[in-house]
């Protein structure tokens, strides 16, 4: 398996997701935002970080970059695409999402381990995991409060289009457990064709009982062929 | 333009400073020749009233690669791997603007750390606000905390530990000390002295800006003729350009073109060229037209002055420039020779092929004002209270009120507001007794902590000086590192009042004595004076970085309890020291009297002793008992997991109060397995170290047997409460 990971100025999670990849022996090449072409992917992630300073809005620069052309021919070839925090912004913003990721419900970074829950296994990034699997996940973000309008929120419902919703520990999803405001306590989404996701949470950072624990190792283990 | 004394007075230098200066030159400077010795010689340059002091501070060791006056400390811990860090203040911007304030305290650190080559891994903080209820205080909470996430999270770097305390000492004048910790090899680091004649002396990073232009020569003249261009004295930060410049800078590292490197800190363009020509021993010629401009028609004056951030200034080796040229271009950042190195041992200004400004470099350095300032040494206070005296109150109430106060309350409110995690190698977060963070592809990690305690400092500043390096050691030894060596942020009053210049001297004895005895260098550091408002200076907070390490990671170890069934050895003697803790604080108003002594044998004795049992595999949890006494110790160790404990009291007691919230040092608490307390008494009888059994394990409570019986839930939202409250 090919993967590619954009790297923008001002990326800072670009290193430890290759890290993940390569520990699941993805051939893994970092690919700079002003390159003009991609290298042969099966697999494309966004990194998290703070894209061009997030200067005017999170991921709207990204969005718009040189690099993201090829993304998105990419994308329409059926390439499977991972947005990760900024990823997951700079996908809404480039358009291969729908909706918008506005500031934190409370106005401040989000810093913390929470727990989320797999909405459908019914695609190529959650095969491993159980329908309704609780992960425990670490966010970091100032803007990761998803919304959308009632026509795309319909679309997503009846879609199975929700990929992670943030829960509490049992599974319960409603508004105490929701960290940031989203709607529908959505953490993270699919396209039509689910062949890209966005998602808030970190899991790169879940790759590792040392340091935190193995909730995500299976995301990145269910793209391999 | 002629210099009036009026011109000398606002660039804060005395009188008798600028007669040494014109003996120095053997002329009279020109206004921008001012301006550069008041960038020097003020105090946060040339720390002309604290050299002398810091002296005393031991600065050697095996471990030591690199002691104070480079840009960080190096320290080695083996395998190639070198760990540089450094400890500074921010505490004046930050009380004018929080929010830029802070974050470019935490933009200014970290530039000092991959100045040298490191990797930065962690960023810690001590933070200082005035009493909860002063006008002030949240709004400076919010833009601080703000700040200091702002810029880290932004960067990505994780800000992993720290400590914020409310006390009215700072109500005018808040303290906020970034420390920042980073890796790199040790046959590749880099340093700031200059070699070599005619070497390209190369300015990078962001432009230059007329923000940060010294307070104090913003009202010269030549500003008053052209006063709408003046702005704020504080500088603005922008991480996303730093990170950029970090990236460029060891990207640029990883081959041999840098001769020397330095960051524009405090005083920019200017301290950057002397401390590098000044190191070398070399002369510096800079043609001012070259730099790198962000507005128009920028004086040299200005230029030399400014304090804008997120800039470097690197001396190249020959034919490497074209090289270098296209990494920073590659990052978008400005890439310009401004200059030379030269053998006059002058630092030499030219602007539009004219000659502005020349000044021998250890008249800059050197040859700056050294004082030793007048010093009252504090007595130490006596005991005056007879506890039987006081008002009479519950433990269950006193354990409550200090829980569910501003300075005991949980601070996870600001933990999250940060990136804790970017990077993966954090291995214990915030809200420990010390961050551990692993080094990155190897099993090794380090542990990091940030220690102050003021009210111990002002009471008696020799004690208070041993006893937060001696904290700083115990916190180590609490997640199972051995210490390895510190950075200090020396916080103090005016050093002309010689009341305060005697805080500062024996803050320092007292640091000194216990770095020495622990083997516990100090390798680098930062001194801020004249912290206070109308001649009310704060509480004397010197702030130490501890740093130790931890062969393997998997061995850390924390303070939450882990086994139902196990039980609590306390490690150390209880005599019930209250003067100056917190429970005489919170409880009673008390403020007089002694902190608690400070025996640095069994310092040393018992944190060794802990180590040796952790090596054995006997402990499942350690704490160390610091302010708050036992019973705050314990309702930590319980807060932190989910089960509780069953504390039984002691049958003979003189005084409950003293038992539970004393707060004598060198002691811990450890969690056991019941079955292994003869073994574990045994060592420690062994090694001379006083113990005794305070508690066993338990579901759900938190209890003194006989006094208190609380839910762990409702004892952590009393922990909780006061933010949520303010």
């Known amino acids: 398996m090919n993967s590619s990971v954009i790297v ?9 997701v290759a890290i993940a990849l390569e520990k699941l022996e993805f051939k893994n090449k970092m690919v700079w935002h002003k390159e003009t072409s991609l290298p042969k992917s099966d697999l494309i992630v966004i990194p998290g970080g703070f894209s061009y300073g997030d200067y005017l809005r999170s991921g709207a ?27 997951f912004q700079i996908l809404t913003e480039a358009g291969l999402l729908k909706g918008v990721l506005l500031r934190n419900q409370k106005l401040k970074f989000i810093g913390k381990d929470v727990s989320t829950k797999v909405i459908t296994n019914d695609n190529r990034f959650f095969k491993k995991y159980a329908n309704e699997q609780i992960l425990k996940m670490n966010i970091a973000h100032n803007e990761g409060n998803y919304y959308t309008d009632q026509d795309h929120l319909k679309a997503l419902e009846d879609k199975n289009l929700i990929a992670l919703k943030y829960c509490d ?53 269910s793209l391999l062929n | 333009m002629k210099i009036t004394d009026s011109i000398i007075e606002k660039h804060g230098l005395k009188l008798d400073e600028y007669t040494k200066i014109k003996d120095l030159l053997k002329r009279e400077p020109n206004l921008l020749e001012l301006g550069i010795f008041s960038a020097m010689w003020n105090e946060h340059c040339s720390y002309k009233s604290s050299r002398i002091h810091l002296k005393n501070l031991p600065t050697k060791g095996i471990n030591v690669i690199q002691g104070p006056g480079e840009n960080a400390g190096v320290i080695d811990i083996g395998d190639n791997d070198a760990i540089i860090f450094k400890i500074e203040s921010h505490n004046h911007p930050s009380y004018i603007e929080p929010y830029q304030g802070a974050a470019t305290g935490v933009g200014g650190i970290l530039r000092d750390v991959f100045t040298m080559g490191a990797r930065p891994i962690a960023l810690l903080n001590s933070i200082h606000f005035g009493s909860p209820d002063h006008f002030k205080t949240k709004s400076l909470l919010n833009g601080v905390v703000s700040g200091i996430g702002g810029y880290g999270n932004c960067i990505g770097i994780p800000t992993v530990a720290g400590e914020t305390k409310f006390n009215s000492t700072y109500n005018e004048n808040i303290l906020v000390n970034a420390m920042a910790v980073g890796h790199a090899k040790k046959d590749k680091i880099f340093y700031s002295k200059a070699k070599g004649l005619n070497k390209s002396v190369v300015y990078v990073g962001s432009k230059t800006g007329r923000d940060g232009i010294h307070g104090a020569s913003m009202a010269s003249a030549e500003f008053d003729e052209n006063s709408e261009k003046k702005k704020p004295t504080v500088q603005v930060g922008d991480p996303f350009t730093e990170k950029l410049l970090m990236e460029a ?4 590292m990883k081959d041999n073109s840098i001769i020397s490197i330095q960051d524009m800190g405090a005083a920019g363009l200017t301290s950057s060229s002397v401390e590098m020509a000044s190191k070398g021993e070399l002369g510096m010629e800079l043609d001012l037209e070259k730099v790198p401009c962000r507005e128009e028609n920028m004086s040299p004056y200005e230029m030399m002055l400014s304090e804008s951030q997120e800039r470097m200034l690197i001396i190249l080796e020959d034919e490497k420039e074209k090289e270098a040229k296209k990494i ?97 190698d954090t291995a214990q977060k915030s809200g420990t007794d010390a961050a551990v963070i692993r080094i990155h592809n190897k099993e090794k990690a380090i542990a990091v902590t940030v220690d102050s305690s003021a009210n111990y400092c002002k009471a008696h500043p020799l004690t ?61 550091g930062n001194v801020s004076l004249y912290n206070g408002t109308n001649k009310k200076s704060i509480f004397p907070t010197p702030v130490i970085g501890g740093v130790g390490l931890i062969k393997n990671t998997k061995n850390k170890i924390n303070h939450s309890l882990k086994k139902e069934g196990n039980i609590i050895i306390q490690v150390g003697k209880t005599f019930g020291h209250l003067y100056q803790s917190v429970f005489f604080d919170e409880i009673h108003s008390i403020k007089e009297g002694p902190p608690p002594e400070v025996n640095l044998t069994n310092e040393k004795n018992n944190g060794e002793t802990i180590l040796k049992l952790l090596e ?37 007691l003189s005084n409950i109060m003293e038992y539970y919230f004393g707060e004598d040092q060198g002691r811990y608490l450890i969690e056991i397995e019941k079955k292994n307390t003869d073994v574990i008494q045994k060592i420690l009888k062994e090694n001379n170290i006083f113990n005794e059994i305070v508690a066993n394990v338990q579901k759900d409570y938190f209890e003194v047997v006989g006094e208190l019986k609380i839910k762990i839930n409702d004892l952590y939202n009393i922990n909780n409460k006061w933010y949520y409250n303010y």
């Open chain 2, 328 to 424: 920073f271009e590659k990052w978008d950042l400005d890439f310009v020779v401004i200059g030379k190195t030269t053998n006059t041992n002058n630092l030499t200004l030219k602007y539009k092929n004219k000659l502005v400004g020349e000044i021998p470099i250890d008249a800059l350095a050197s040859k700056a004002p050294m004082y030793n300032r007048k010093w009252e040494k504090t007595n130490l206070p006596e005991k005056k209270i007879n506890i039987k005296d006081l008002k009479k109150v519950k433990l269950e109430d006193a354990l409550l009120k200090i829980l569910s106060s501003s300075n005991q309350s949980n601070k996870n409110w600001i933990t999250e507001q940060y990136d804790q995690m970017v990077m993966c």
């Open chain 1, 8 to 16: 923008f100025p001002g990326s800072n999670c670009d290193r430890d």
């Open chain 1, 169 to 221: 520990e049992k599974g319960n999803t409603n508004k105490e457990n929701n960290p940031n405001g989203s709607l529908n306590n959505i953490a993270g989404i699919f396209n039509d064709k689910k062949n890209i996701l966005g998602m808030m949470p970190h899991p790169e950072r879940m790759v590792d009982n040392v340091i935190s624990n193995r909730d995500g190792v299976n995301l990145f283990s």
């Open chain 2, 464 to 524: 208070g000086g041993k006893q937060i390096v001696c904290e700083s050691w115990r916190n180590l030894i609490s997640v199972g590192a051995k210490p390895i060596a510190i950075t200090n942020c020396l916080n103090f009053g005016n050093p002309e009042n010689p009341k305060i210049m005697g805080e500062f001297a024996e803050c320092i004895l007292g640091i000194a004595e216990a770095c020495e005895f622990l083997d516990f260098p100090v390798v680098s």
């Open chain 2, 249 to 252: 800078c060891l990207e640029l």
């Open chain 2, 616 to 652: 054995k595999n006997l402990l499942f949890s350690v704490h160390d008992v610091s302010a708050g006494g036992m019973l705050l110790s314990l309702a930590e160790m319980s807060l932190s997991s989910n089960l509780g404990l069953k504390i039984e009291r002691p049958k003979e």
């Open chain 1, 61 to 87: 620069i990204a969005g718009k970059s040189n690099i993201l052309n090829e993304v998105i021919k990419a994308a329409n070839n059926g390439c499977l695409i991972l947005g990760i925090c900024n990823g």
